[in-house]
């Protein structure tokens, strides 16, 4: 519990990545949606380690990594990877002469970079399976939305409705018995909605995309977290990242 208070209090108050501190939801984190959702995704080395220590923080390591690689977006050909030393840091060693798939985002405020630790990231002579999703995945013409709905229990039958911004086009199916859904729909911005037996569903404040501005390309993908709108789970205008 005072590990997840001083989160959040760094989260709200100084703007550190989502990626701190436990998983987002739903799990597990699709290649796929981390691909498509990651400003960067790419192949690279370690070059230099520094553990830092601040007297009155949290420690962490800042990785210079060099880019063998650019699998999606831009990213310098070096750069600064930090991974605080918490629950959610990374789940591998970041070692010199070994290459690493790395799915990342910037962290404008420092200028660092940061992979979420319970994502995909890892060393490359086990990312296999990793790198032949994102293949199959950058073939793809559509795009794929989804997710979980869950209050005490997970929610079947629910609807799920994606509105596509730019041309109002509408997009539907249910929750499976399990509460999770999937929705392939072509590229564009959707916000998606979710209702069941009169009920409104919103975005879990840790899910990774939020319902309300879903952005995809050909190919891509998102991964939403539902829950009951007067939930004290709701991401609201206060808890937004």
């Known amino acids: 519990m005072k590990h997840t208070v001083l989160w959040l209090l760094t989260v709200f108050l100084l703007g550190v990545p989502e990626a701190v501190g436990f998983c987002n939801s739903p799990q ?50 070096q750069f600064l990877l930090w991974d605080e030393n918490s629950s959610g840091r990374l789940s591998f060693d970041v070692l010199r002469g070994r ?49 979980a709905v869950e209050a005490a229990t997970p929610v079947a039958h629910a609807k799920v409705l994606a509105l596509r911004k730019n041309d109002d086009k509408q997009f539907e199916t249910q929750t499976r018995d399990d509460g999770t859904f999937a929705l392939t729909v072509p590229s564009g911005e959707y916000s998606v909605k979710v209702t069941a037996r009169g009920k409104n569903f919103v975005t879990h404040w ?28 709701a991401r609201s205008a206060s808890n937004r990242h």
């Open 206 to 233: 840790l899910s990774y995309e939020d319902a309300e501005s879903v952005k995809l390309e050909g190919g891509g993908c998102a991964q939403i977290q539902f829950v009951p709108s007067g939930s004290s789970d």
């Open 99 to 147: 290459k690493y798939l790395l799915f990342v985002n910037r962290w404008a405020e420092k200028g660092w970079w940061w992979a979420d630790g319970c994502g995909n990231s890892g060393d490359v002579s086990k990312a296999g399976k990793a790198l032949k999703e994102i293949q199959r995945a950058t073939a793809l013409r559509d795009a794929l939305i989804t997710g």
């Open 28 to 77: 597990p984190r699709l290649v796929r949606a981390e691909y498509s959702q990651s400003e960067a995704v790419v192949i690279a080395h370690l070059v230099k380690s520094q553990h830092i220590n601040p007297k009155d923080d949290q420690d962490y390591h800042l990785y210079t990594l060099q880019v063998e690689k650019i699998l999606r977006g831009s990213a310098p050909s």
